[in-house]
């Protein structure tokens, strides 16, 4: 290739072949180039802002779902603490979640604490408690602490017994 | 943020409308006021948005109410409101060649400055990150151990400790010597002496990328008002990245000293009249001198944090000149030699304190939104390694255009972005870094699409404005 006109002739570019030389302008061919790269950075923005709402939706479909599964472990047990511990599927595989609170007044796990299987569409800003189960003072929700399951907790098998 | 003007038809024939001055006066009092509606609320304490700290703007204390979620978020919607439709005003009158009926300069600076120092004067916010700096400098100065070996849980008993996020207690510093170096004799000032000299650094370093920037707009033949506008005015740049005192800040202003000195001619004036093709660099080439300094530059700025580096291989192939690889093998080999007198082998292992920041996965990382609209719970390894690859791809096609001409500041600006799109660990401040060189350079498209990621981040922060109150 011989060297275009575009070429810079710095002092060791001048020791350069015409192809390597730098250049002062693009080679022919850059309109091509420019546009193939802006269809491509189109459809990249279209997917980044399509992850970006549908990870809004779903962020705001998982805060729908603890604001409701709060305020229904309250209203089921007639307490209203603070702090419950919640289990959220958050990837939406079921719509199940285990809230978590103490059955008597005490800091946060530091009581027996009552655990509600909650299910199903949010209604009227509550959820439907199909089932539950106990679990001991002072530990995480682990399966081999569970007790006295009942309902679906129970046929879920989320007991150990 | 002017004299209003009478009605008047500008050279491209838009219109400019009495209405236009009024309405930016308006939009610079609402980013003012968001601003410091953040500062303010941020200085009452008490909020999971502004980490804990020691006293620096209590007397501020008293104004404001707790900062929450929806109030901060609100601000900052208002802030990019207000940012968006300034830009629109000034490209409108730029494009009109009336500008200064609209917009003056004078009062575009003053803008910038207010929000400087709105800032400046208030708590820090969004981040703990300044507290690991200077958490780090006082490893080194006041306990004698080396931060790259050890993370601030080993001075437990420091009184800067307790301010260091729970996730960084045990993690050595990732920063390059120099920057851990500049940071130590502010180490001695104590706690709250140490926060204020970290603001100031990044206040200083911010004033700085600003004047490159203008410098670097007017040597290209771009408009350097427009250029200072999209930085000093955009809100994560002010809020998150000037609000954390981000060392962000010190490494883009090495990044502007590098590209400013490619483009300075010593009889000055602009290095390019006009032209619609996105020229290589500087015409004529600067003096080998220059280019050897911006080749260190870049070298420091890497020293300060490695991501910078990104710029030289782009500057290399542009040039292909001996005098840019001499200056960077002169500042990396005075680097090393620094770093490991300092620090040891430890401090010129970059490659250990990227390798193990890449493994990093943040909830707001384009990464993982993606793995999500997939159905997958977050980014696994194997993602890891794609991401890698595709960033791999991008710059040896950008390296490519650099080699047939393609502007060498536009590529490194693409690079950037694409660095920053592709991390699992994405921060506020991460997409800031190729702003600066999207202002000064003449491919309108880095610019739309680093505002358009930025844009898609505020976004995905704004979850919890939609939900339920419980």
């Given amino acids: 290739m011989s060297a275009p006109s575009g070429q810079l002739g710095g002092s060791f570019g001048r020791g350069l072949p015409g192809w390597a030389r730098p250049r002062e302008e693009e080679l022919a061919g850059a309109g091509r180039t420019r546009l193939i790269e802006t269809t491509l950075l189109l459809l990249v923005g279209l997917v980044l802002a399509i992850a970006t709402v549908n990870d809004v939706v779903r962020q705001v479909h998982v805060n729908h779902r603890l604001v409701a599964d709060l305020r229904s472990w309250r209203q089921y047990t007639g307490h209203a603490y603070k702090n419950l511990s919640v289990e959220q599927d958050f990837y939406g595989h079921t719509t199940r979640d285990i809230v978590c609170g103490n059955v008597a007044p005490g800091a946060p796990k530091e009581r027996t604490q009552l655990c509600l299987v909650l299910s199903g569409p949010v209604v009227a800003g509550r959820r439907a408690a199909r089932g539950g189960f106990y679990l001991p003072a002072k530990v995480e929700d682990i399966r081999s602490y569970r007790y006295a399951c009942y309902g679906s907790a129970r046929s879920a098998g989320l007991c150990p017994r | ?470």
């Fill in chain 2, 1 to 470: 943020m002017s004299a209003a003007a009478p009605s008047v038809r500008g050279g491209a024939g838009v219109r400019l409308d009495w209405w236009a001055p009024a309405l930016a006066g308006l939009l610079a009092v609402l980013l003012a006021a968001a601003t410091a509606e953040i500062v303010v609320d941020g200085a009452a304490g008490h909020s999971a948005l502004i980490p804990k700290s020691p006293p620096i703007a209590g007397w501020l204390g008293g104004i404001g109410e707790r900062l929450g979620y929806r109030v901060f978020l609100i601000a900052v919607l208002v802030s990019v409101v207000a940012y968006a439709g300034l830009l629109a005003l000034a490209r409108r009158a730029r494009r009109s060649a009336t500008r200064g009926s609209t917009i003056s300069t004078r009062a575009a600076l003053a803008l910038i400055a207010a929000l400087h120092v709105i800032v400046f004067i208030g708590p820090i916010l969004l981040s703990t990150d300044v507290f690991s700096y200077i958490a780090y400098a006082r490893m080194g100065v006041e306990h004698g151990l080396n931060p790259y070996l050890h993370g601030p849980s080993s001075i437990a008993g420091d009184p800067v400790y307790v301010y260091v996020g729970h996730d960084w207690r045990d993690v050595a510093t990732a920063y390059g010597p120099l920057y851990t170096l500049l940071s130590y004799p502010l180490a001695p000032l104590g706690l709250v002496g140490a926060v204020w000299g970290m603001k100031v650094l990044a206040l200083a370093a911010s004033v700085g990328t600003l004047a490159l920037t203008w410098r670097c707009a007017r040597a290209r033949g771009l408009d350097p008002l427009w250029a200072v506008l999209v930085i000093g005015l955009n809100p994560l740049y002010v809020i998150y990245g000037l609000g954390g005192a981000h060392n962000d800040l010190i490494m883009l202003l090495a990044m502007m000293t590098a590209v400013s000195l490619t483009l300075a001619r010593p009889g000055g004036g602009p290095e390019v009249a006009s032209g619609a093709t996105a020229p290589s660099g500087g015409r004529p080439a600067p003096g080998a001198r220059r280019e050897a300094s911006a080749a260190a530059a870049i070298v420091a700025g890497a020293l300060v944090k490695a991501t910078v580096a990104a710029l030289l291989p782009f500057m290399i192939v542009s040039r292909r000149r001996l005098a840019p690889i001499l200056g960077a093998l002169a500042a990396l080999a005075a680097g090393a030699a620094i770093g490991y007198l300092a620090f040891g082998i430890h401090g010129i292992d970059v490659v250990a304190a990227l390798n193990r920041d890449a493994a990093f996965v943040s909830t707001d990382s384009f990464a993982t939104e993606i793995a999500h609209l997939f159905g997958k719970p977050g980014v696994f390894p194997v993602d890891h390694d794609l991401l890698k690859a595709g960033l791999v791809i991008i710059v040896a096609h950008l390296l490519w255009r650099t080699w047939r001409g393609y502007d060498w500041v536009a590529a490194s600006g693409w690079a950037l972005l694409a660095i920053s799109v592709t991390s699992t660990w994405l921060l506020a401040w991460y997409i800031l870094w190729p702003l600066p060189l999207a202002v000064v350079t003449r491919d309108k498209r880095l610019l739309v699409a680093t505002l358009a990621v930025q844009a898609l981040f505020i976004v995905h922060q704004c979850t919890p404005l939609l939900a339920p109150v419980a």
